[in-house]
């Protein structure tokens, strides 16, 4: 991965910067962070045609911040919540690879391959652009395979599914509508596939009883008999989720 190469980091960054203009601002000045690469700050009005010729010049400066910041991300990974290189999906009992190819782009785009591996190609030293691509990426895995899951189950247990849909949800694993409509949250390929199946069989009660009343719970218990144990981790599950995946 780019990032862990300053020389390969410096020569992206002198490629591709933000230009943003302060009306406060007296001097060129550059900011440089993992998350959004170089920013280059510039009075009002200022002439951009010399910010690459400012940006040459502060090369030496440029390679010693980018040596630092990659020291920072080496020690504190977690913390920092940078690209990873390998995307765990427990619920599908599926491990991608994730390889990075830097390019002149602008964009970052993620493409999931038959052989299960994840190729970021574009301006890869930017980690939320990054971030963003991986992103789509699981959840268009997300909607491929948690549809199946669900009509799985439906049928196994003789119920009627009108419609699955799939968001990125902050706060919901699931939900399902009056018209027996139910939507998951992406997030669930990161949880236990026995969590995963909880929260799609709970739908899947709602779709009888939209209330969680005796009848519910009678119904989740015949479908998962430890429900009570599963619905008490899905308090803490957030923890399977990666930081990038926000």
């Known amino acids: 991965?780019?990032?862990?190469?300053?020389?390969?980091?410096?020569?992206?960054?002198?490629?591709?910067?933000?230009?943003?203009?302060?009306?406060r601002a007296?001097?060129?000045?550059?900011?440089?962070?993992?998350?959004?690469g170089l920013e280059v700050v510039v009075p009002k009005s200022y002439n951009r045609g010399r910010i690459p010729e400012i940006v040459a010049a502060k090369r030496a400066w440029l390679r010693r911040?980018?040596?630092?910041?990659?020291?920072?991300?080496?020690?504190r990974p977690?913390?920092?919540?940078?690209?990873?290189d390998l995307i765990e999906l427990p619920a599908l009992e599926r491990t991608l690879k994730v390889s990075y190819r830097s390019?002149?782009?602008?964009?970052?785009?993620?493409?999931?391959?038959?052989?299960?591996t994840v190729t970021v190609s574009g301006a890869v030293h930017r980690c939320d652009e990054v971030h963003a691509a991986l992103r789509?990426?699981?959840?268009?895995?997300?909607?491929?395979?948690l549809e199946p899951w669900v009509r799985k189950l439906a049928t196994m247990h003789s119920l009627t599914v009108e419609r699955v849909g799939v968001r990125a949800q902050?706060?919901?694993?699931?939900?399902?509508?009056?018209?027996?409509?139910?939507?998951l949250n992406a997030k669930l390929l990161f949880l236990p596939p026995a969590l995963t199946s909880h929260v799609i069989l709970h739908e899947l009660c709602h779709t009888v009883h939209l209330n969680h009343g005796r009848a519910f719970w009678r119904r989740l218990a015949s479908y998962d008999p430890n429900y009570r144990e599963h619905d008490r981790a899905l308090r803490t599950a957030g923890r399977y989720v990666p930081i990038w995946f926000g």
């Open 136 to 145: 789509r990426a699981v959840m268009r895995i997300a909607g491929e395979e």
């Open 1 to 23: 991965m780019i990032r862990e190469d300053p020389e390969a980091f410096t020569e992206a960054l002198e490629r591709d910067y933000t230009i943003r203009e302060n009306s």
């Open 103 to 116: 390019s002149d782009s602008k964009r970052v785009a993620a493409r999931v391959r038959p052989n299960g």
């Open 170 to 183: 902050r706060r919901r694993w699931g939900s399902c509508s009056g018209r027996g409509v139910i939507t």
């Open 78 to 84: 977690g913390e920092l919540g940078l690209a990873p």
């Open 26 to 36: 007296k001097h060129v000045r550059l900011r440089l962070t993992l998350e959004n």
């Open 65 to 75: 911040s980018a040596e630092r910041l990659l020291a920072e991300a080496a020690a």
